[in-house]
């Protein structure tokens, strides 16, 4: 019974991680977009740890503003540049400060990534900062499925039953209590899974959609 309940819960969880996101966005009224010829992917702040994780957020990010003619400088990139300079951008509490390493960067503009909840589901913003006066261009949210449920069940159950039968335990026993175990844990801090990925990469798509592009046209 034990085994049909966990073949039970973790065909729901197919079905459950491909739910789609939502999003929205707006953007200053009457700003002329077409000035902003570099952005700056700033900082992934939040929930997600490393940079790995952080990394790959701030690419899907990057794709976006290219698909909208501006030209992204990543995230990756950024911080080796502010470190050159001693400046923290994990440090950043305030849209000015993000505008003064805008300025070290020699960018017109910064984008600020916060992602406060990452588990099952994941919510999001993101904001482009005018670096000349510190003041918000364009503001987007979301939230959608991360598809971590998921990929943390399948990896608890399979160590699980591995396990169980190198130690010659109850498979049954030791799978019940790995995807106990695995969704207690989470997954904090690893890269993201291709699944993980994908959901995440939609999410950003949705909080993207209506991103003013840099000229008439594009995008």
């Known amino acids: ?12 969880l197919v079905v459950g991680g491909c739910a789609t996101g939502k999003g929205e966005s707006y953007s200053r009224a009457g700003f002329n977009f077409a000035t902003l010829d570099k952005v700056a992917v700033l900082e992934v702040a939040g929930a997600v740890r490393g940079d790995a994780v952080k990394n790959q957020i701030g690419d899907f990010f990057a794709m976006e503003l290219l698909k909208r003619g501006y030209t992204p400088v990543e995230r990756s990139q950024v911080q080796a540049l502010l470190k ?16 003064k390493a805008g ?28 670096v000349q006066d510190g003041s918000v261009l364009w503001l ?6 991360t598809g971590k449920t998921f990929s943390t069940f399948l990896g608890a159950a399979a160590g699980a039953a591995a ?6 335990g109850d498979t049954r026993d030791r799978v019940a209590g790995g995807v106990i175990g695995g969704v207690l ?5 690893q890269a993201l ?10 999410l950003i798509k949705k909080v993207c959609e209506s991103m003013p592009p840099r000229m008439p046209g594009v995008g």
């Open 103 to 130: 300025n070290i960067l020699n960018v017109p503009a910064v984008m600020l990534i916060n992602i406060p909840t990452y588990k099952e589901e994941m919510n999001m913003t993101a904001k482009i900062v005018d």
């Open 140 to 145: 987007g949210s979301g939230s959608g499925s």
């Open 163 to 168: 396990g169980a039968v190198v130690a010659g």
């Open 193 to 202: 899974s291709p699944q993980q990925a994908e959901q995440v990469q939609k």
């Open 185 to 189: 844990g989470g997954v904090a801090g």
């Open 84 to 99: 050159e300079q001693e400046f923290q951008a994990s440090g950043i509490t305030s849209d000015l400060d993000a505008a």
């Open 1 to 12: 019974m034990r085994t049909v309940c966990v073949c039970m819960v973790l065909t729901a």
